[in-house]
């Protein structure tokens, strides 16, 4: 595989509201302070912990999940379950570890019977992870699933798009279903590792572009993650 096999998206039809970035965080410890004492939509009362998200302040790809599940509420860390261990395998095939990567969700707080996310909870839960793209500023954006990328890029169907990738100021923004998909349908499985494996290239292009603008194609920036 090679950078010609790299597509980028266009034609989002909508931009989603202007990012609010609150500037009294200016590290990951602290956002996952607030989030842990966070009263902020009506998942506090359901939550048994806070799931702020993990990784190093630094990491080159940040993983935007949807919302912590059973596994993660009782421990208080992303991706922990069946899916999380999926994701593991996932970025050994690209000789990365979960150490080297941030990984985290929409929704800090559990959803009950893992529900989907509701649109107000999404837009309460947003300054943390605002927060948190603001300190580790990482070369590349994976959206994981269709809640994710419905602030990528919102009317853009993941089953389109997934593999896919466009740039965003001095980031690539990478869409990808999310891990989950493929324990309840095993035929995603092969299609999820492919596009780990274009994630990979993705992340080369971001590192080695030296501004976006040189890029053939880019995109109008969008006011998204
Ligand atoms: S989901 Fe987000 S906004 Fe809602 S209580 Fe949890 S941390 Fe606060």
Same mark, same amino acid.
């Given at each position: 595989? %090679?950078?010609?096999? =790299?597509?980028?998206?266009?034609?989002?039809?909508?931009?989603?509201?202007?990012?609010?970035?609150?500037?009294?965080?200016? #590290?990951?410890?602290?956002?996952?302070?607030?989030?842990? #004492? $966070?009263? +902020?939509?009506? @998942?506090?009362?359901?939550? #048994?912990?806070?799931?702020?998200?993990? +990784?190093?302040? %630094?990491?080159?790809?940040?993983?935007?999940? *949807?919302?912590?599940?059973? !596994?993660?509420?009782?421990?208080?860390?992303?991706?922990?379950?069946?899916?999380?261990?999926f994701l593991e395998? @996932?970025?050994?095939?690209? *000789?990365?570890?979960?150490?080297?990567?941030?990984?985290?969700?929409? @929704?800090?707080?559990?959803?009950? +019977?893992?529900?989907?996310?509701?649109?107000?909870?999404?837009?309460? $839960?947003?300054?943390?992870?605002?927060?948190?793209?603001?300190?580790?500023?990482?070369?590349?954006?994976?959206?994981?699933?269709? !809640?994710? =990328?419905?602030?990528?890029?919102?009317?853009?169907?993941?089953?389109?798009? !997934?593999?896919?990738?466009?740039?965003?100021?001095?980031?690539? !923004?990478?869409a990808m279903y999310?891990?989950?998909?493929? @324990?309840?349908?095993?035929?995603?499985?092969?299609?999820?590792?492919?596009?780990?494996l274009k994630l990979?290239?993705?992340?080369?292009?971001? *590192?080695?572009? *030296?501004?976006?603008?040189?890029?053939?194609?880019?995109?109008?920036?969008?006011?998204?993650?």
């Open positions: 595989m %090679n950078k010609a096999h =790299l597509t980028q998206w266009g034609g989002c039809a909508i931009i989603t509201p202007k990012m609010t970035v609150p500037d009294q965080w200016n #590290t990951l410890e602290e956002v996952a302070r607030g989030v842990n #004492t $966070c009263t +902020g939509c009506r @998942l506090s009362q359901g939550r #048994t912990r806070g799931v702020p998200g993990e +990784g190093p302040a %630094n990491a080159r790809i940040f993983f935007v999940g *949807e919302a912590p599940g059973w !596994h993660e509420d009782q421990q208080g860390r992303p991706f922990v379950g069946p899916a999380g261990r395998e @996932l970025l050994e095939l690209v *000789e990365l570890t979960r150490e080297q990567v941030f990984i985290g969700n929409l @929704l800090k707080s559990r959803p009950p +019977g893992n529900r989907d996310p509701l649109p107000d909870e999404i837009d309460a $839960c947003r300054r943390y992870l605002d927060a948190q793209l603001r300190i580790v500023n990482p070369k590349v954006v994976v959206a994981l699933g269709r !809640h994710s =990328l419905a602030r990528l890029c919102p009317g853009q169907p993941i089953g389109k798009i !997934h593999g896919t990738w466009r740039w965003e100021g001095d980031r690539i !923004h990478f999310h891990p989950a998909a493929a @324990l309840h349908q095993q035929s995603l499985k092969k299609v999820i590792q492919e596009d780990m990979h290239l993705a992340l080369e292009a971001a *590192e080695k572009a *030296e501004k976006p603008e040189d890029q053939p194609g880019s995109p109008q920036q969008l006011s998204l993650f």
